[in-house]
């Protein structure tokens, strides 16, 4: 059974910091790019950040670039999402996305973990 699970959430002040965690099973995960998405109330669900197979390259939301940061642990079928310097507007369900890409691409996510930033 593939799972994705995120954690790490939670209630945090402006400024402040938090580290998502995303652990994946069910699939080799070594061979699927990451991406972290977001969705705010009344919003669409957007693309925060997205890490290759290898880990070698990495790309951001305008809306975050310099303040989060995605990496990988292939080693233990795990993806983080750094969060600093949060501002309100980054409140929103986060989720855990995994792609195969090429043909025949399967495509996974995760539940989702609560990030709510305010005083």
């Known amino acids: 059974e593939v799972q994705l699970v995120e954690s790490g959430g939670g209630l945090v002040q402006p400024g402040g910091s938090l580290r998502l965690s995303c652990a994946a099973s069910?699939?080799?995960?070594?061979?699927?790019?990451m991406s972290w998405y977001r969705q705010a109330p009344g919003k669409e669900r957007e693309p925060v950040a997205v890490?290759?197979?290898?880990?070698?390259?990495?790309n951001y939301a305008d809306s975050v670039k310099g303040r989060f940061t995605i990496s990988r642990e292939n080693a233990q079928n795990t993806v983080y999402l750094q969060m600093n310097s949060l501002k309100p507007e980054d409140t929103a369900v986060y989720y855990c996305?995994?792609?195969?890409?090429?043909?025949?691409?399967?495509?996974?996510w995760g539940q989702g973990t609560q990030v709510t930033v305010s005083s």
């Open positions: 996305y995994a792609d195969s890409y090429g043909l025949g691409a399967k495509t996974y």
């Open positions: 069910g699939f080799t995960f070594s061979r699927y790019a």
């Open positions: 890490i290759t197979r290898d880990g070698s390259s990495t």
